[in-house]
């Protein structure tokens, strides 16, 4: 009985024991988890936050790093766009520049017919007006031929005008603020060939009536460049030549060696003259002949041809203008195209 009873005594310690031995280890398991594993374990499944323990931490990008990353995102836009965008060549573009100048050198011919209409100039209200070529900032230089139904007059415009360039000579407006310099040629005809050089050019008669005209009309476009190409208005100074000091003279090209040779469409505020000169010649040279000197040393032939305010003309000569035998100044707006 007593033997029995210490078996089952040693039973039940035994039990205990193992009992006790597996809730320590599990404590202790316990307590080791709760403690976690190393980061650096591979692999490791441990929950950090929002990640595993093994994934590497989320850097949060600062202010300064955000605008180094649109600046980087910028710079390589702006690098692809510049692939894309074609290198201009400037060869190329001097090139087409020329093509575009010469193409306005090419002669246009234009035929037709036109019946007129009101002239909407101030002051015109009561005549009639036929626009062959309209205003342009380039000057038109060319041929007109012509058979209208009555008589008419031959217009040209220069310009527009400052105000300050208007002073007596024939001007063009038709809102009183942008104004043109008008030749006004009456060659009390109804057909005819004129020659012209202008920024707009029209048929015109002072009657109420609408008149028709036939017209074929040559011409060349010119870019003003102040040298080959002269769009302008001047006033005249007192002629320097010796003998003119009492004469007023607008010079419109000075005196070279080399002869020019082009054509002139005026509007002046008085009838002028055209003055060309020849030379420069010895003074027994131009013995005899019509003269001009400014310092009694340099002699040029003289041709003075008198003439009215408005007209057209060709020219050819070593220096050419307008010329008055008055004092008082006078005022010529003009288009000049030198073909040489």
């Known amino acids: 009985m007593t033997k029995t009873i210490l078996a089952i005594f040693a039973v039940a310690v035994l039990l205990t024991g193992t009992i006790a031995g597996s809730a320590g280890f599990i404590q202790s398991a316990d307590a080791l988890k709760s403690k976690g ?13 929002d990640r595993l323990c093994s994934e590497p ?15 980087t995102e910028k710079k390589t836009e702006s690098a692809e766009k510049a692939k894309e965008v074609p290198k201009k ?19 246009k011919t234009v035929t037709g017919v036109l019946t007129s209409e009101q002239d909407p100039a101030q002051g015109h209200e ?28 031959l217009v040209a415009l220069h310009g527009p005008l400052k105000d300050s360039n208007v002073k007596g000579q024939k001007v063009w407006s038709t809102d009183g603020k942008t104004k043109f310099g008008l030749t006004f040629v009456d060659k009390e005809t109804s057909a005819g060939v004129w020659q012209f050089s202008g920024n707009a050019i029209a048929i015109h008669t002072t009657n109420t009536e609408p008149f028709t005209v036939s017209y074929s009309v040559t011409y060349t476009e010119h870019i003003p460049d102040g040298e080959k190409v002269i769009r302008k208005t001047i006033t005249s100074q007192q002629d320097p030549g010796v003998g003119h000091e009492t004469h007023q003279l607008a010079l419109l090209l000075p005196p070279r060696d080399q002869a020019y040779s082009g054509h ?7 009838p002028v003259q055209l003055v060309t000169l020849i030379g420069p010649l010895t003074k027994g040279e131009v013995t005899g002949l019509p003269s001009w000197t400014a310092d009694g040393e340099t ?11 408005a007209g057209s003309t060709q020219f050819s000569g070593n220096a ?20 040489k």
Not at 89 to 107: G, Q, W, Y
């Open 126 to 153: 009561n005549h009639q007006l036929a626009i062959v070529l309209p205003p342009s900032d380039k000057v038109y230089r060319g041929y007109l031929t012509y058979a209208a139904s009555e008589n008419v007059q």
């Open 264 to 270: 002139l469409t005026w509007d002046a505020s008085e």
């Open 299 to 309: 002699y040029y032939a003289l041709s003075l041809v008198p003439t009215k305010s």
């Open 89 to 107: 060549d400037a060869k190329s573009e001097t090139m087409e520049a020329a093509k575009a100048v010469a193409t306005l050198k090419v002669p």
């Open 37 to 49: 594993t190393s980061s650096s374990i591979i692999n490791s499944n441990k929950v950090c936050g």
């Open 320 to 339: 050419f203008g307008l010329h008055t035998m008055n004092s008082e100044p006078f005022t010529v707006s003009y288009s000049l195209v030198l073909t």
């Open 57 to 71: 931490a989320k850097e949060v990008p600062t202010e300064k790093k955000k605008k180094e990353e649109v600046k």
